[in-house]
């Protein structure tokens, strides 16, 4: 029998917490700062209702109905098309591969923070500690080069991880209470505090004020899009893996919409930390789109300045890394967890057995991560997964749904137990069939373009080689893509040794 989340909470916390990630404490607050805070929000906000919130509604409610992970799920909509489930499994792959990277990383900086109580107002030493720690080269070069704290703090993010899902259902439940509440309350108490700070006002308004000139830059709708296809954890085979897990009377209407506007809302109390903080020390001008540079480099450089006391410097700093720890431990099961369901479903595996072995297998890969041209590394991943394979795969999916399967079949099984807001079919219809798959075509055209424009080669003023682009990042691009052909070829032979796979459609599955 297959498992169950034993409440709604549990579901819609689990949601949220694989929604709400690092992201949203550090690269929301940059890009509302690049893009004229308010009129950044605004954009964000109508990415959200016409692309993020249907495409999330798609993805749960077609698991709810099949019981199945990503592969399992499409192929009930069209048998021809598996391929596009495993493509969004191996983005997971690749994701939380590096992504316990980072989560190793905001580990490193919780144990280290008691060294800021020596930096008060030193902000060229409390700029310079993760980058001294890590060993970073800044190139691809530098592989005999390990930083042993990190290494450490790498097993121990694989290490939480693990305990989180071992029990599927059962454990994410009880830990996405803490982990989702754990990380508002300290978003809360730093936001406080940055209000307290002078000049805090000046930031409260950057953000909320919209500069309308902004809208102007194509930049700007360009990066809200891709913040909130990002941020929602789409295209990455988590919601389905969530949502296959679902009671058949689970309201997903409403549910959805409460994953998503809290996604919003923790973005925005992020920023309003960001803000004021970095207003309040005088820094305002210094915050980075740059996720990483803004939570390792140019924030502890606030954290620093915050007061006096190097005492509240400190404590204030173990407060902000343990908060990126609980966003950053729930977004790392969840994409195990996808992963790990399709797998199971696929070969009919003991759970518990693919999530270890999945675990020790990418916890193997991701010790690239801790060597000094892990950093460089890391970038190339990050932007050839996000710029490419995740468009996609969002883009497939919505073709597999709007143009390869009857569409308001979708929309029917969404509308099943909605009792008052019904998803209506003008809003869901032309999102799934015309504008989202048009949107993410035209963001994905847009970053090709311009990596042609930058010579062919990402980060080259970074120092990063042709070679480098290639190894981890065309060639990790065409290993995902032939994903659905690697699982075939496992499938032909092992169906030589009698396995049979689950083939049966969405009206076949309506019937047993």
């Given at each position: 029998m297959?498992e169950k989340?034993?409440?709604r909470s549990?579901f819609?916390?689990?949601a949220?917490?694989s929604?709400?990630?690092?992201g949203?404490?550090w690269?929301f607050?940059g890009?509302a ?6 009129a950044f ?11 993020g919130?249907?495409l999330?509604?798609m ?6 109905y099949?019981r199945?992970g990503?592969?399992?799920?499409i192929?009930a909509?069209n ?6 489930g495993?493509l969004?499994?191996s983005?997971?792959?690749?994701i939380?591969i590096y992504?316990a990277?980072?989560?190793a990383?905001?580990i490193?900086?919780f144990?280290?923070s008691f060294?800021?109580a020596?930096?008060?107002?030193d ?17 691809t ?8 704290p990190?290494?450490?703090c790498?097993i121990l ?7 989180c899902?071992r ?8 830990v996405?209470?803490f982990?989702v ?9 730093m936001a406080?505090r940055?209000?307290?700070l002078p000049?805090?006002m000046?930031?409260?308004a ?8 902004a809208?102007?830059d194509?930049n700007l709708w ?14 990455m ?7 296959s897990?679902?009671?058949k ?5 409403v549910?959805?919409?409460i ?11 992020a920023?309003?930390?960001m803000?004021?903080?970095m207003a ?6 210094s ?23 190097s005492i509240f ?5 173990f ?6 720890i609980?966003?950053a431990i729930?977004s790392l099961f969840s994409?195990?967890?996808?992963v790990?369901?399709a ?10 057995k693919?999530t ?12 690239i991560?801790?060597t ?12 050839f997964?996000?710029s490419y ?9 919505m ?9 308001t079949?979708i ?13 209506p079919?003008w ?13 993410l075509?035209g963001?994905?055209?847009?970053n ?5 424009k930058s ?9 990063y080689s042709?070679k480098a ?6 060639a990790l691009v ?6 659905g052909l ?6 032909k ?5 009698g396995?049979?796979?689950?083939d ?5 599955l309506?019937e047993?």
């Open positions: 297959r989340w034993s409440s549990s819609i916390l689990a949220i917490g929604a709400v990630g690092l949203n404490a690269r607050p890009l700062s690049k893009y004229g805070g308010g929000l605004f954009v964000y906000l109508v990415a959200m209702l016409v692309i919130i249907p999330l509604m993805e749960i409610s077609v698991a709810r099949t199945q990503a592969p399992g799920s192929r909509m048998k021809k098309l598996e391929g596009v495993w969004a499994v983005n997971g792959i690749g939380s992504y990277a980072v989560f990383w905001v490193l900086m144990f280290m060294k800021f020596g930096m008060t107002g902000t060229e030493a409390a700029s310079s500690l993760w980058l001294t720690t890590i060993k970073t080269t800044g190139t070069e530098g592989w005999t080069t390990i930083s042993w990190v290494l450490g790498l993010a694989w290490v939480f991880a693990y305990l899902i029990n599927g259902t059962t454990s994410v439940g009880k996405v209470k982990t509440s754990l990380p508002v309350i300290c978003l809360l108490i406080i940055g209000m307290m000049d805090a000046a930031g409260f950057k953000l909320f004020i919209p500069d309308w000139s809208l102007a194509s360009v990066d809200a899009i891709g913040q909130v296809f990002y941020s929602l954890s789409t295209a085979a988590i919601m389905f893996a969530y949502g897990f679902l009671d009377n689970s309201n997903i209407v549910d959805t919409l994953i998503a506007f809290s996604d919003l809302l923790i973005s925005v109390l920023g309003i930390v803000f004021t903080t309040g020390v005088g820094m305002l001008d915050m980075s789109a740059s996720g990483i540079a803004t939570a390792f480099i140019i924030y502890p450089q606030a954290i620093v300045q915050i007061s006096g006391s410097n400190m404590i204030f700093a407060i902000f890394y343990f908060c990126l609980t966003l729930d994409i195990i967890e996808g790990s369901t797998v199971s479903d696929k070969f009919n595996l003991n759970k518990k693919t270890l072995i999945l675990v020790i297998i990418e916890g193997v890969c991701s010790l991560y801790v000094g041209a892990g950093l460089a590394i890391l970038d190339i991943v990050d932007y997964i996000n394979t995740l468009l996609i795969t969002g883009i497939l999916e073709i597999v749904a709007g143009w390869f399967f009857k569409t079949k929309l029917e099984e969404l509308n099943r137990n909605t009792k008052g807001f019904k998803m079919k809003w869901f219809l032309p999102s799934i069939k015309v504008i989202s798959p048009v949107v075509a963001l994905f055209i847009w090709l373009v311009n990596l042609i010579g062919g080669i990402y980060g080259a003023a970074d120092g042709l682009n290639i190894i981890f990042g065309w065409v290993l995902i893509l032939c994903s690697i699982v075939k070829l496992i499938v032979i092992k169906a030589g040794k396995y049979k796979e689950d049966r459609t969405w009206d076949e309506k047993s």
